[in-house]
């Protein structure tokens, strides 16, 4: 069967989104495959807001949760590896889901991400 934890991250957040509250995603930032940025982890964790209007582009894929948002009023793709994140949860009453770190046997190996940066080449 497929891993269980992404269903649950979008159901999850769409009862959230549902109930008019703000989706915070615990993510574990010392993953090898999380690009978060820079100077909001706290204790080797980051939590992400994902409320519909903070973040453009928001996908809740089954090995990725990707977005773009601005951090500090700079632009950034953000990229949560499904295995690095810890908890789904309304910012408002803490209510949601805590996944246990220790069950990550369940999700199949994570590809290393590919550089999302444009490259330019000089056209005469």
């Known amino acids: 069967m497929t891993p269980l934890k992404p269903y649950l991250i979008r159901s999850i957040y769409?009862?959230?989104?549902?109930?008019?509250?703000t989706?915070?995603?615990?993510?574990?930032?010392?993953?090898?495959?999380?690009?978060?940025?820079e100077g909001f982890v706290e204790d080797g964790q980051m939590v992400l807001n994902v409320r519909p209007a903070a973040v453009q582009n928001l996908s809740l894929g089954d090995e990725d949760v990707e977005f773009n948002a601005r951090f500090s009023g700079r632009p950034m793709h953000v990229i949560a590896p499904v295995a690095a994140i810890l908890a789904v949860y309304?910012?408002?009453?803490?209510?949601?889901?805590?996944f246990d770190p220790s069950d990550e046997d369940d999700t199949p190996p994570e590809p290393k991400p590919t550089s999302k940066k444009p490259q330019l080449r000089i056209v005469k």
């Open 14 to 21: 769409e009862w959230i989104v549902d109930n008019d509250m």
């Open 90 to 98: 309304a910012k408002e009453n803490g209510r949601g889901m805590v």
């Open 23 to 37: 989706p915070y995603l615990l993510v574990n930032a010392e993953h090898p495959y999380a690009v978060l940025p």
